[in-house]
């Protein structure tokens, strides 16, 4: 899809009330599974908040709290994706610099050692 027609997709579905923007999301949907060439994926974390909504949507809850529920699902994702990338980036350190833990180790102070050899 071109950049172009997913703005105006957007700009329109952002004039829409909730109500009909899941009834827009319905009918996307009904139309991917029947033409689309391949599955649109999204992350696990994505697929678990998607699931809850249509959970959501199917129990009728009202769309105040649906809306106020995944407002805080969306900020435990961005949380979630934080810390990961967080993660990634340690994880990163370290291949790069693989001695540097134990220039780390050596740089630590150590207790004071007794006469008998064994820390106080």
Known sequence: MNDILKERLLRKLETLPEEKAYQV???IEFLESKYAER????PAFQKVAET???TMRAGRVPITVIKGTMDAVGKAGRFLDGLAAAGRAA???VRRNPDKKEIEKKAEPQPPVEDGGTPK
């Open 25 to 27: 999301l319905d009918y």
């Open 39 to 42: 599955p649109a994926g999204a």
């Open 52 to 54: 809850l909504e249509d």
């Open 91 to 93: 994880v990163n350190e």
